[in-house]
């Protein structure tokens, strides 16, 4: 092949050399608009796993990079004048200027024809002459934005403020400077690339970044390769004690936004996308240059495997996008983590430590457990203490209480839907569904949402609390839940609004009814899909309506025995679509603004709170976004749920979207967490409210991982309790909790072990005399220590 590559990155460089070493015939050019002296940057970091690959793909390579790296395994977060040290991670890094070198080298010693200083002919030319043209021209790509049709690029350019610097300080570790100044936080990302320095990011928000003066140099122009030297200044003094006399070091430093690279399609004709103008992923992850090199290693492989260019590309995007978006997933959230640090300012300092930690996801506290067994059970010490028990166990089986309600575990079964009912009457298909996750160990089980009214229901299969029958049929399940559990239960109650008169979910779901329908109504008449049927916009009669029915909603629900009320105000449901400007278009007191969008649902939140006893805590769901462009966000979510604490909610059930068809959201594990997360972190913990954290969180390692970060108070799981309705007796089991948190009934108790597999009895005989202490104990610490000017080692 010929091929042409512009870029003379890591990426690039090392695709050139892969390729001639897979076929030495190859005619491999490589355009770099820079000398082969520029490079800009510090330290680089590596996974285990991209060494791994390296090691397969270019054994010399490898062997330079290893005889290079800094090696460690600790991060040292210094918060509140403490330093929290955590063990076990792993890391390698070296120096972005050697790696540089042993490329060009590399690729020089194989016959790649690198022109440095060299400017890439126009891509049409490029097109016309060679079999493939790689772009590797990094974040800012030219390529991309010409052909930006065939691409369909997405740039996120993110609020946070960055620079670049480096330190000839050789920290051991990774270090988390997270520093309360008087103009706010400010984070310092540094770790070691080598035995003579460090990489020093400094990152703050923009508030912050002004009102420390940085915005000074905002409108000056820095060529490339010349430092903001006023700002660094600014650096080196606010951070002096960090320093602690060492020098900040410049190269090409200046102010950043960073930018999150996506795009629909990466390649265009035998034009394909590589790195950073393919993708890219925050720093506070480390990912950069690992994934353009994983790229390179990944298309150099398709490449040689396939026998057309057609199919070799289309190989290596099927092959690396799943691993790209998985990383761009952890790293957007670690980047809002970091845009939000702020908020836990007041976090003692093993549960920030804790937090920040596990603010991607990839991290956990089973998987910390593993690799630092002592933090892990100081997170779980520190929580417990908090919590003012004793007693430590696993944070989902420590006790909770939501206003006078106490419940024994943090777990609670999701309100869903399950369209079984009958004029409204819940039978005993509800007794069995929700007494069954009543046996199963949750703390609180909440039944789907119950219709106030029979015009308020979505389906004709969805239950009610608007006739006496209704209550009667709710107290033979509380009843049963009382009696055979120590489990509690709540009634969620709502109003379909212009979701309602639709068809039962396996029907056809969100459809309206094709016979028997009923009229709907909403804030506005303007239909959910383009398929519902149009509400009327309601009156000021019609509100007065649905306050007198949710009023005596809730009173059917205190004489059926329930131990908390939810009042729904999500999903687009009726109290939601008065909420979210998508659905409300009124142009009266009750539309407009937020204030006035809250009006309906706050006196319908009101005339429930007043209807039940005091002891019974009354609380509601939110959806925190809309995931529609023009529609509520996080930030209106916590006005909102201001609002409705200063209305007396007990809790805060933090949900999203499902307020319109043309939503966008953001799937993923825990995905919905970072909402409720800032809820309780700006409104609901200084108010003394607990928050619910929902929605695809399905296993005990990440609803401890949740509690323990301080994201919620307690976890709700839905498509899980279907799976396994003793899903928390089970998670017990497997964490090996016995206690009041997971009490299996006597009739069960037999079934508390988990029951044998194949050869899982099997006992294992001793066959060493001499026990191996350091192989069954392996210290978790290993920390960057070179000897200056010698080799350079790891103890």
Not at 82 to 98: D, H
Not at 296 to 317: F, K, Q
Not at 509 to 515: C, F, N, V
């Amino acid at each position: 092949m010929k091929i042409a590559v512009v870029g003379g990155g890591p990426g690039g460089l090392y695709f050139s050399a892969l390729m001639k070493q897979l076929d030495p015939s190859h005619e491999v050019t490589v355009f770099e608009r820079n000398a082969a002296s520029d490079t800009f940057g510090f330290g680089v970091v590596f996974s285990d796993e991209t060494l791994g690959g390296i090691g397969n793909a270019d054994p010399v390579v490898a062997d330079y990079m290893s005889r290079r790296f800094a090696r460690w395994a600790d991060i040292d977060i210094h918060f509140k004048d403490e330093v929290t040290t955590v063990g076990g991670q792993g890391f390698a890094a070296m120096s972005r200027k050697e790696l540089l070198q042993l490329l060009q080298g590399r690729t020089e010693d194989l016959g790649v024809d690198v022109r440095f200083s060299t400017l890439a002919p126009p891509v049409e030319e490029l097109e016309a002459e060679y079999d493939l043209v790689l772009a590797a021209d990094g974040v800012n790509s030219q390529i991309r934005t010409q052909y930006a049709d065939a691409f369909g690029p997405s740039l996120d350019p993110r609020p946070n403020k960055f620079m670049w610097l480096g330190t000839d300080q050789v920290f051991e570790a990774f270090k988390f400077f997270v520093k309360e100044t008087e103009f706010g936080t400010m984070q310092i990302h540094g770790y070691p690339y080598s035995d003579e320095g460090s990489t020093f990011i400094v990152e703050m928000s923009e508030d912050v970044w002004r009102a420390a003066g940085f915005d000074e140099t905002e409108d000056e122009f820095f060529a490339p390769g010349v430092s903001d030297e006023k700002a660094v200044a600014k650096v080196r003094d606010l951070f002096a004690d960090e320093l602690a006399g060492y020098k900040v070091l410049t190269n090409n430093s200046k102010w950043l936004n960073f930018t999150t690279v996506r795009n629909q399609n990466w390649r265009h004709g035998n034009v394909v996308l590589l790195g950073d103008a393919a993708h890219t992923a925050h720093f506070s992850i480390g990912s950069g240059t690992k994934l353009a090199m994983e790229d390179a290693l990944a298309l150099a492989a398709c490449l040689h495997e396939h026998a057309s260019l057609d199919d070799a590309l289309e190989a290596y995007e099927a092959e690396r996008r799943p691993v790209v978006e998985s990383t761009q997933r952890a790293a957007q959230a670690s980047l809002e983590w970091f845009e939000s640090i702020s908020q836990y300012k007041d976090q003692s300092s093993t549960q920030f430590a804790f937090n920040l930690l596990t603010r991607s996801r990839r991290i956990t506290q089973e998987n910390l457990r593993l690799r630092d067994p002592e933090f892990a059970h100081e997170v779980e010490s520190a929580f417990a203490k908090s919590q003012g028990l004793d007693a430590v166990a696993p944070a989902m089986f420590q006790p909770h209480r939501i206003g006078e309600l106490e419940l024994k575990n943090r777990i609670v079964v999701s309100p869903m839907d399950m369209y079984s009912a009958v004029d409204g009457l819940p039978g005993d298909f509800h007794k069995v569904h929700l007494g069954s996750k009543a046996l199963g160990g949750a703390g609180l089980v909440m039944t789907e949402m119950v219709c106030v009214s029979a015009a308020g229901r979505i389906t004709p299969g969805c239950t009610g609390l608007y006739d006496d029958a209704h209550t009667a049929a709710w107290r033979s399940i509380t009843e049963f839940v009382h009696a055979e559990s120590t489990a509690r239960i709540g009634a969620q109650i709502g109003h379909a609004g212009r979701k309602g008169s639709t068809r039962l979910m396996w029907d056809g779901i969100d459809e309206p009814l094709e016979s028997g329908n009923w009229s709907i109504m909403g804030p506005s008449a303007k239909p959910y899909g383009p398929s519902s049927q149009v509400p009327r916009e309601m009156t000021r009669a019609d509100m007065d309506q649905v306050v007198s029915e949710f009023t005596a909603a809730a009173r059917r629900a205190e004489a059926a025995g329930f131990d908390l009320i939810e009042v729904h105000a999500a999903h687009g449901y009726l109290l939601s679509s008065f909420l979210s400007p998508v659905s409300n278009k009124r142009t009266d007191q009750y539309g407009g603004s937020l204030q006035n969008r809250l009006r309906f649902p706050l006196e319908v939140f009101d005339a429930v709170r007043e209807s039940v006893s005091a002891s019974i805590p009354v609380t509601v769901r939110l959806s925190a976004t809309d995931w529609i462009e023009g529609g509520n966000t996080g930030g209106d979510s916590v006005e909102i749920s201001r609002a409705f604490v200063a209305h007396g909610a007990a809790g805060l059930d933090v949900s999203t979207g499902q307020v319109g068809h043309e939503e966008q959201p953001a799937f993923g594990r825990s995905y919905q967490t970072p909402y409720a997360d800032r809820i309780r972190q700006e409104v609901a913990e200084p108010a003394g409210v607990s928050v619910i954290a929902v929605g695809a969180i399905s296993s005990y390692d990440d609803a401890n991982s949740i509690l323990l970060a301080g994201r919620a108070d307690l976890i709700a799981l839905g498509r899980t309790h279907l799976y396994d309705p003793q899903w928390t007796l089970h998670a017990a089991a497997e964490q090996e909790y016995r206690g009041a948190g997971a009490e299996w009934i006597p009739q069960f108790n037999a079934g508390r072990r988990k029951p044998p597999g194949a050869r899982t009895d099997a006992v294992r005989p001793r066959l060493s005399l001499l026990r191996d202490v350091e192989a069954n104990e392996p210290d978790p610490h290993l920390r960057w220590q070179p000897t200056r000017h010698g080799a350079a080692v790891g103890s």
